[in-house]
């Protein structure tokens, strides 16, 4: 469901361990899940790939790196400071533009909130980075290592062995109220 309500079929994403590499066009991976279930794909990068290589900041080749990314869309926005409660009051009262609530099987319900206006590397790093992250979701309790644009989130469906838990998804609305204060924020900013 995550993938066909907020992607196109054609669109490259990538979902796999940490260690895996290659992302694959969204109607391949619906075919592959639907073959082989979701017992391989623990994570999924939020952010739409080129398909193609790029570099990392290490100037290795990689087609998972920011460099790859085609569309600055989503922000990932988890914390496992807070306790589970005082997360699902933080996602029921911050005025975001929320596409999904993913549980992980852990410690944290992770958010994809969605922006707009960021086309480049450069911008994302300014607004989301330096701006959102390192000043209103930091005093919030928000993890800021999930600032950079290529961050992993959990893929529903997946069972974590390790947590005897499956990761789930708690919340979906691909067309949220773009209007939202915090939204204006992000896009506000010079």
């Known amino acids: 469901m ?48 080129t398909g193609k290589y790029g570099k990392t900041q290490q100037g290795i080749p990689s087609m998972r790196c920011e460099s790859c990314i085609a569309s600055f869309r989503f922000i990932t926005v988890e914390s496992d400071m807070l306790s589970r409660p005082e997360q699902v009051a933080f ?29 480049t590397l450069n911008e994302w790093n300014h607004v989301v980075r330096k701006k959102f992250y390192g000043g209103v979701l930091r005093q919030l309790g928000m993890d800021c290592a999930c600032s950079n644009a290529g961050r992993l989130s959990r893929l529903p469906g997946h069972f974590r062995g390790e947590k005897n838990r499956f990761q789930r998804l708690l919340y979906l609305n691909p067309y949220p109220n773009i209007e939202s204060g915090m939204n204006k924020f992000l896009i506000g900013l010079p």
């Open 91 to 119: 996602w029921a009262t911050i005025p975001l533009p929320v596409v999904a609530l993913i549980d992980s099987g852990g410690k944290s319900i992770h958010g994809w909130v969605r922006v707009h206006g960021i086309d």
């Open 2 to 49: 995550l993938l066909s309500e907020l992607y196109n079929d054609n669109e490259f994403v990538f979902l796999g361990t940490r260690y895996d590499k290659c992302p694959r066009q969204v109607l391949a991976w619906k075919k592959s899940l639907h073959c082989s279930g979701m017992e391989k794909f623990p994570h999924i990068m939020p952010n739409p790939l």
